[in-house]
Antibody
Framework: EVQLVESGGGLVQPGRSLKLSCAAS????????MAWVRQAPKKGLEWVAT????????YYPDSVKGRFTISRDNAKSSLYLQMNSLKSEDTATYYC??????????????WGQGVMVTVSS | DTVLTQSPALAVSPGERVTISCRAS??????MHWYQQKPGQQPKLLIY???NLESGVPARFSGSGSGTDFTLTIDPVEADDTATYFC?????????FGAGTKLELK
């Protein structure tokens, strides 16, 4: 059974940093791209970052580019999200998600339960 | 960015057929996917590639469309289908999601 378990969330002041982790199990982690998706309270979903199987390629939307860094440790089947210079608008539940490819597009077939990040003074 | 527009809410009675629409601001070919999210839970994949049913998802769910107009159909609707439904495109960068359609049962 595929499982994605996030950790590391909490309350952080604006401008500070936080690192999220995601422990994966039930599949060959090193064979899959991985991603982070967030959801602000009572809002929609926003893709945050994607990383290739080896970690050599990373992708971000403009809203977090230069502030967030996605990384992975295939030996530990773990995914990370380093978040720097946090802003109040980064307050959200952060989901670890597995993108799966079918033809020319990816979709998120497994999601973790999410971890809450609150940015406030 | 590709904007996905969904109607905010729908209310239907159990046993009825419901269609949830998603319109893209530019073509996404068939790179459209649908997720169900119940309160306090993570999203769950229902449909990928516009019309492909994810394994384990009841056949009451179906998807259609290509280009800019897409539909998720639930037939018949059951009480357990109360949730918010999101569309998501992965044809254009960056990947984007619709704001969600909240489905309520009468």
């Amino acid at each position: 059974e595929v499982q994605l378990v996030e950790s590391g969330g909490g309350l952080v002041q604006p401008g500070r940093s936080l690192k999220l982790s995601c422990a994966a199990s039930g599949f060959t982690f090193s064979n899959y791209y991985m991603a982070w998706v967030r959801q602000a309270p009572k809002k929609g979903l926003e893709w945050v970052a994607t990383i290739s199987t080896s970690g050599s390629r990373t992708y971000y939307p403009d809203s977090v580019k230069g502030r967030f860094t996605i990384s992975r440790d295939n030996a530990k089947s773990s995914l990370y999200l380093q978040m720097n210079s946090l802003k109040s608008e980064d307050t959200a539940t952060y989901y670890c998600a597995r993108p799966t490819r079918d033809g020319t597009y990816y979709y998120f077939d497994y999601w973790g339960q999410g971890v809450m990040v609150t940015v406030s003074s | 960015d590709t904007v996905l527009t969904q109607s905010p809410a729908l209310a239907v009675s159990p046993g009825e057929r419901v269609t949830i629409s998603c319109r893209a601001s530019e073509s996404v070919s068939t790179g459209m996917h649908w997720y169900q999210q119940k309160p306090g839970q993570q999203p769950k994949l229902l449909i990928y590639g516009a019309s492909n049913l994810e394994s384990g998802v009841p056949a009451r769910f179906s998807g259609s469309g290509s280009g800019t107009d897409f539909t998720l159909t639930i037939d018949p609707v059951e009480a357990d289908d109360t949730a918010t439904y999101f569309c998501q495109q992965s044809w254009n960068d960056p990947y984007t999601f619709g704001a969600g359609t909240k489905l309520e049962l009468k």
